[in-house]
């Protein structure tokens, strides 16, 4: 195992930016090891200060749609604004895509180059839809770094939409143009998060089914009620390959960020997120304390093999393991 840094070394490193140190940092704050959580614990609580400021997004899409080949041409764009810019990729682990983290490290090359962009592929874990755990940490850890933007990239297939959706201030859906699709079997409950469509690949042939499409999500997008805060989900066509609308979501992003911060509809967005943070948070802890107890691990086989064999009933096997527990909370 790498060595630890000491507190302040983890400190003056990130608030000067440099991002060996930063990674360093991340590996801590992601660490299982009991005996690395009270400095990982630590830094967040001394670094909180530098935090918060920055555009925190989230973009997902279906396996394929482009999202890799997007933010590295979107973070290019960044870049060239003279922005920093940090991208968290989620690799899913799973069957579904297996090694597309090795695809993402070749398609975001340029990127990954870029002295004020960093790329951190974070593994997903057993956590809920693939989100990495420690993502909101990274984040902090990112803002203090100095990052400006802050991408968040999850693939559309599951839950991690909703766990993403609670730690960004803006969801941007990815979305593929004529492939006959009811929606291209993303989720209702997707499209309700959107803060803005955007459909990805209009170049060549897919350019007229492109425009076809942003008239179809339109009007979808009007059979769900006005979001809250007022703002009117765009639906906007790009294509990485040629570099063409990229700069334009960019702006949405930022006319986004300005109205909603007007409004007061940023900050309250933030505050409710933190509170789900701690009831996350609460849940996890009972939940790995639990499952790490020693007389919970000895005994789950047995249980386990009586539900199999339909001796017990499950709610009285659960009852018995949690009655197990010595409450440490
Ligand atoms: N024509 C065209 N092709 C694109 C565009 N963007 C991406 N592609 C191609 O689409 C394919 C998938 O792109 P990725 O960026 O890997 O998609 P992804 O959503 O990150 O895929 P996963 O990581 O597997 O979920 C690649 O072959 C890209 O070259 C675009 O704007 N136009
Ligand atoms: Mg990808």
Redesign the pocket.
């Known amino acids: 195992m790498q060595k630890r840094l000491s507190l302040n070394e983890y400190m003056n490193g990130i608030l000067a930016g440099n991002r060996i140190i930063l990674s360093r940092a991340i590996t801590l704050i992601e660490s299982q090891l009991p005996q690395d959580k009270p400095l990982a614990q630590q830094l967040l609580e001394q670094l909180l200060p530098y935090t918060g400021n920055s555009v925190r997004i989230g973009i997902t899409?279906?396996?394929?749609?482009?999202?890799?080949?997007?933010i590295e041409v979107f973070g290019k764009t960044i870049t060239s604004l003279n922005k920093k810019i940090a991208v968290l990729a989620i690799d899913p682990t799973s069957q579904l895509?297996k090694g597309?983290i090795m695809?993402?490290k070749t398609?975001m090359e340029e990127l990954a180059h870029d002295p004020l962009a960093y790329i951190r592929p974070s593994p997903a874990g057993s956590s809920l839809g693939g989100v990495a755990n420690k993502t909101r940490e990274t984040i902090l850890l990112c803002e203090a770094a100095g990052y400006e933007i802050i991408v968040v990239?999850t693939?559309g297939v599951g839950q991690s939409e909703t766990v993403v959706k609670g730690m960004v201030d803006f969801f941007l859906l990815?979305m593929l143009a004529g492939a006959g699709d009811e929606l291209q079997g993303i989720k209702r409950g997707i499209i309700e998060m959107a803060d803005a469509i955007a459909i990805?690949?209009?170049?060549?042939e897919?350019a007229q089914a492109a425009q076809n499409a942003r008239l179809e999500y339109l009007h979808a997008l009007h059979l769900y009620p006005t979001p809250v805060n007022g703002w009117v989900v765009p639906v906007m066509t790009?294509?990485?390959?040629?570099n063409q609308g990229i700069l334009e979501i960019w702006q949405t992003i930022a006319l986004y960020a300005e109205k909603t911060k007007t409004s007061g509809f940023w900050q309250q967005n933030r505050q409710q997120q933190n509170l789900g943070w701690m009831y996350d948070f609460i849940q996890q802890t009972l939940e790995e304390d639990f499952f790490s107890d020693p007389i919970v691990t000895e005994k789950i086989p047995r249980i386990q093999s009586d539900i199999l064999a339909g001796k017990i009933l499950p709610v009285q096997g659960a009852k018995e393991l949690l009655g197990s527990v010595k409450r440490t909370h």
């Open positions: 899409g279906v396996p394929g749609v482009g999202k890799s080949t997007f895509t597309s695809g993402d398609r990239e693939v990815l990805t690949k209009t170049d060549g897919n790009c294509s990485a390959l040629q």
